[in-house]
């Protein structure tokens, strides 16, 4: 059973378009979070939830609203796509936020966002 | 703030010699330590973290890593290199900003491992 997944795996779409990506674990983790990885492969956080409440907001553009109906998930959502959002998007779960043990992240397989 | 360096873009290491893939760190209090590995078009796959007690931590699939807390380092290690190996390495710190737990990532280290 996959611990963390995503749909889609590969989306490719115009500029300008409006696309979701969902995001699912199974772990019965209360944290989840959104990690964007750039053509050169260098991995930053997006936002990150705990128990359904938006704990992290980078510098993201207000294009991307990430939304999340129930602890087990966290969907992203892009409106007005531009050709600098083609990147490789990441979900992760972690138990909690708590620093005790120091929580491992647990990733999903990853959405592959290709902006034309 | 806290921050990891990879000062390594690429590793070359033949099948069967010991690799090292570098980490060194910056955090304001105790750091806590991760290493990932991404295989090609897969996500990231947890390997081992430091915590807290023994410098050297064992890991998934035969790797091990060693904090050093006077060189700031968080070294990966392997004894001896599988081809199956080769991969992207990530090394990563949690921030200890408030309550936000997310990871903060090196640039990443290619590994290739040669037969």
């Known amino acids: 059973d996959t611990a963390v997944s995503q749909t889609p795996k590969y989306l490719v779409t115009q500029m300008g378009n409006d696309k979701s990506i969902k995001c699912e674990q199974n772990?019965?983790?209360?944290?989840m979070y959104w990690y964007k990885q750039d053509s050169k492969k260098f991995l930053k956080i997006m936002f990150s939830?705990?128990?359904?409440?938006?704990?992290i907001n980078e510098t993201v553009p207000n294009r991307f609203s990430p939304k999340s109906p129930d602890k087990a998930h966290l969907n992203l959502h892009i409106n007005s796509l531009e050709l600098g959002d083609s990147a490789v998007y990441f979900c992760?779960?972690?138990?909690?936020?708590?620093?005790?043990?120091?929580?491992?992240?647990?990733f999903g397989p990853g959405t592959r966002l290709l902006v034309l | 703030a806290q921050s990891v360096a990879q000062p390594e873009d690429q590793v070359n290491v033949a099948e069967g010699n010991p690799l090292t893939v570098k980490c060194t760190y910056s955090v304001s209090g105790n750091p806590y330590l991760f290493w990932y590995v991404q295989y090609p078009n897969r996500g990231l796959q947890f390997l081992l973290k430091?915590?807290?007690?023994?410098?050297l931590v064992k890991g998934s699939y035969g790797f091990e890593a060693e904090f050093n807390k006077s060189q700031t380092s968080f070294h990966l290690k392997k004894p001896s290199a599988l081809v199956s190996d080769s991969a992207l390495y990530f090394c990563?710190?949690?921030?200890?900003?408030?309550?936000?737990?997310?990871?903060?990532f090196g640039k990443g280290t290619k590994l290739s491992v040669k037969p």
């Open positions: 939830y705990n128990n359904k409440e938006l704990i």
């Open positions: 990563a710190v949690r921030d200890h900003g408030g309550s936000q737990g997310n990871l903060i």
């Open positions: 772990l019965g983790h209360d944290t």
């Open positions: 992760a779960s972690s138990q909690d936020l708590s620093l005790a043990g120091g929580k491992t992240q647990y």
């Open positions: 430091y915590i807290t007690g023994d410098n």
